[in-house]
């Protein structure tokens, strides 16, 4: 949430009329992806007593909890780093963002907030629901979902700094690609770890 209020600032930076709402929807989809994560966080303590990883893949180990139980729980969570990582459908406040944020602040966008949002849902993979097939299937759906709709709102576009949103968009799929296949091996795979 601390990168919420700082990047509102990057995008907002000039005041002018496109950069406030841009600004706008970037806050409104934080929050709300925010409120949804927090949400799933109250519901993972309620079901299992603890929020820290060790004991989840304790208690998943010690066949206490089913992943599948938690499944609904992990997606609560992974909306709001799902939202900041700019996946397919929250995806709406990049291409809207960018243009408007003097370049650095795009360049940080790109290639920072992006990447942290990308990593919350890769630790939740890891954590809560690391060989669940269900699970990497939708990260794999959403994955090539992001990952077209990215390129193909790159391929339209014709001012550079919403090129860079849409490419960047299209980039996160290819992880997140990545970060299903991982689920699907069971982390088993190098090579999709890697990738």
């Given at each position: ?47 299992i007593g603890t929020l820290e990883f060790v004991g989840i893949r304790s208690l998943i180990a010690a066949g206490r909890v089913k992943p599948g139980d938690l499944r609904l729980i992990a997606a609560l969570i992974a909306v709001g780093f799902a939202a900041k990582a700019g996946v397919f459908p929250l995806h709406i406040w990049l291409p809207k ?99």
């Amino acid at each position: 949430e601390l990168m919420s209020m700082t990047s509102y600032v990057w995008v907002a930076h000039d005041e002018k009329p496109a950069a406030l709402r841009a600004a706008e929807t970037y806050m409104a989809v934080a929050v709300i992806s925010g409120m949804v994560t927090l949400m799933g966080l109250f519901m993972l303590y309620s079901k299992i007593g603890t929020l820290e990883f060790v004991g989840i893949r304790s208690l998943i180990a010690a066949g206490r909890v089913k992943p599948g139980d938690l499944r609904l729980i992990a997606a609560l969570i992974a909306v709001g780093f799902a939202a900041k990582a700019g996946v397919f459908p929250l995806h709406i406040w990049l291409p809207k963002a960018h243009p408007v944020a003097p370049a650095p602040a795009s360049a940080l966008l790109s290639g920072i907030l992006t990447k942290t949002g990308l990593f919350g849902l890769l630790v939740i993979a890891a954590n809560m629901l690391p060989a669940d097939a269900a699970w990497g299937n939708a990260m794999l759906i959403f994955g090539v979902i992001t990952m077209f709709v990215g390129a193909l709102l790159a391929l339209f576009s014709v001012d550079l700094k919403r090129t860079l949103a849409c490419s960047s968009m299209s980039q996160i799929g290819f992880i997140l690609v990545g970060v299903g296949m991982a689920v699907l091996s069971g982390f088993e795979s190098g090579a999709a770890v890697h990738g």
